[in-house]
């Protein structure tokens, strides 16, 4: 290899390739330069990107589930519900779109809260006027109010502001076993570990 296609060789290395220029090899009868070049490409060069996966709305495709919640923890239910609307059961789940499916919660008049939590447990709400604080335990709310007792639980449990809304308005949550939503086929989800011992 002569000296000029030694350094034409330099010049292409350059553009494509980490190069090294060896020096001149002065023992040798013919003077030699010696050129290694690395093969390894540059950072960006022909490697192959992998792009974020962002679902669209018209990809989405929802389902329907039924939650019997006869004998069941109130928290228990509550967060495996929050966790399907929110579709985080999906792999396309996003955290800035709702990907989720419908929940239906049936037989919530018989749902138990643990370890005495239903008389220590305070409910509180407030009208936003001086001494507008309202109070009760969750035993009270249960008895008076059971289907706003868990959907209060799940809406705790969501992202706030528009898209936890949203979420919101796929929960159905019924006092007795009928439901409404026959039509819409829903599957039967089962909670694992949630029945009171």
Not at 16 to 36: A, G, I, Q, T, Y
């Amino acid at each position: 290899m002569s000296l000029g296609e030694s350094v034409s060789l330099v010049k292409v290395a350059k553009r494509h390739c980490r190069f090294k220029v060896l020096p001149v090899s002065f023992n040798s009868p013919k003077p030699v330069l010696v050129v290694w070049v690395s093969t390894r490409l540059q950072r960006g060069s022909e490697r192959k990107i992998m792009r974020t996966y962002s679902p669209k709305a018209s990809e989405i495709q929802r389902a329907w589930h039924v939650i019997d919640a006869e004998g069941m923890v109130l928290g228990r239910i509550c967060t495996e519900a929050a966790r399907v609307l929110r579709g985080k059961h999906k792999t396309t789940f996003a955290p800035h779109i709702d990907t989720g499916d419908h929940v239906i919660i049936i037989n919530v008049d018989k749902v138990v809260l643990t370890a005495g939590k239903a008389d220590k447990e305070m409910f509180y709400r407030y009208s936003g006027y001086p001494g507008g604080l309202k109070s009760e335990t969750y035993a009270q709310l249960l008895g008076r109010k059971p289907a706003e007792a868990v959907r209060l639980s799940v809406k705790g449990m969501l992202p706030k502001g528009p898209l936890g809304r949203q979420q919101m308005t796929k929960l159905k949550v019924y006092g007795g076993s009928d439901h409404p939503h026959a039509a819409q086929s829903p599957t039967p989800l089962v909670v694992k570990n949630a029945a009171a011992r």
